[in-house]
């Protein structure tokens, strides 16, 4: 299939009519929102779902969101709001926050993946509301990655995955997030964040009082996410990620690094801004290095840690070492994307010491000290 591609600086609205009539044909188009990519398609029309499986090679049973231009359209889509549904609802929408509801018999299975709840959110990147509002329907749409790698956050990136896959990409920049939405299970006693994201657990406690924490996201294989996505190996790099975390972690991780060095190692570093000047200073230039900066806080960790790790893809290493940040605000979802992709290979670095906080097989030279 011939992928079709939109500027969305040139004739915007020519773009956008093309695209909503090749959704409403049942077809798969890219489109930004504020968070990552999505690949949305009628999510009313389960054939038309059914592409955006395809496209994607993701598990049938793995559900997707549906996006909505109003508020009001989240009415259609259920049975009944909760209270803190409804709360959550009025404060964070448009933006960064999906709300898991009650499911109406309009809806597919194979948007739900059978499942008796939905997923609902509406963005607030005005060609994502544009895009919807053009389509007329409730928009399908899961990140525009092929399943297992990381989101995209801008159309290049999209392309790279998906190019002779899908009907067309509306190209609208980079997304100013960079982190995919805050997934809340609404339908429990106490609202429970099946997956960290824009909208923070501070936020959400600010609104409604307690929140709860899926437990089966802290990496324990006995347990199972209640957001079936959450369970499969995502966001992850090509080449093996061993992830510094605690005060001592940029340290640690530039002794780390020179030891590798000497070694002769090909790796990559993720590190912040101040760290990865100073391990230029250590290291010197060498070419079989890449250190790659997210820039200073977390919001440009959030921002850029996506495209980083694909640029680490097209480096090549035989590893990636990646320094941890704390899990307030923003830090909760980078963090849970990073342990992801880091298969839970995590290095404790405090008072001196290194240990294993959990995976196995880590190389000698990452803990020696
Ligand atoms: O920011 C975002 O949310 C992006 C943009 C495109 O809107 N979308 C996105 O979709 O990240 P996706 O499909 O990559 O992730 C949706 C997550 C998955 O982990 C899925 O299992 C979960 O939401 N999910 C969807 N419906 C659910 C439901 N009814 N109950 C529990 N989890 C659900
Ligand atoms: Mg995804």
């Not at 990646?322 to 992709?341: F, T």
Request: with cysteine.
């Amino acid at each position: 299939m011939e992928t079709k591609y939109w500027d969305l600086k040139k004739n915007p609205r020519q773009a956008m009519e093309e695209a909503a009539a090749l959704v409403r044909a049942g077809e798969v188009v890219a489109f930004p929102t504020e968070t990552v990519y999505g690949l949305g398609a009628d999510g009313l029309n389960g054939a038309a779902v059914a592409r955006i499986f395809a496209a994607k090679g993701r598990p049938v049973d793995n559900p997707l969101i549906l996006h909505v231009a109003r508020k009001e359209q989240v009415e259609t889509l259920t049975t009944g709001l909760s209270a803190s549904a409804r709360a959550l609802i009025e404060t964070f929408w448009p933006g960064p926050l999906t709300v898991v509801v009650p499911k109406a018999p309009c809806v597919p299975d194979e948007t739900s993946a059978g499942l008796d709840t939905v997923a609902v959110r509406m963005p607030s990147h005005p060609v994502a509301n544009a895009f919807i509002a053009a389509c007329g329907c409730p928009i399908a749409a899961p990140s525009a990655n092929l399943s297992g790698k990381p989101s995209p956050t801008n159309a290049a990136d999209v392309a790279e995955d998906m190019d002779g896959k899908i009907a067309g990409i509306l190209d609208g920049g980079s997304c100013g997030i960079g982190v995919e939405s805050t997934v809340v299970d609404t339908t429990s006693p106490i609202p429970t964040i099946l997956r960290p994201g824009g909208i923070t657990r501070e936020m959400l406690e600010n609104l409604l009082g307690a929140v709860d924490i899926d437990p089966a996201l802290a990496g324990n294989p006995a347990l199972r996410p209640k957001a079936p996505g959450m369970k499969y190996r995502h966001y992850a790099p090509a080449a093996p990620l061993y992830l510094y975390e605690g005060d001592e972690a940029p340290l640690c991780l530039a002794r780390a690094a020179e030891r590798a060095a000497a070694k002769g190692v090909r790796a990559g570093i993720l590190c912040d801004a101040v760290t990865a000047r100073s391990l230029r200073e250590r290291l010197g230039r060498n070419p079989s290095f890449l250190i790659l900066s997210w820039g200073r806080g977390k919001a440009d960790l959030a921002e850029n840690l996506y495209t980083l790790l694909r640029d680490f893809d097209r480096f090549h290493p035989q590893l990636i070492l990646g320094m941890g940040v704390d899990e307030g605000g923003m830090g909760l979802a980078v963090m849970n994307r990073l342990r992801k992709a880091a298969g839970f290979h995590i290095l404790q670095a405090r008072d001196g010491v290194v240990t294993v906080q959990g995976g196995t097989g880590f190389p000698d030279y990452l803990l020696a000290e």
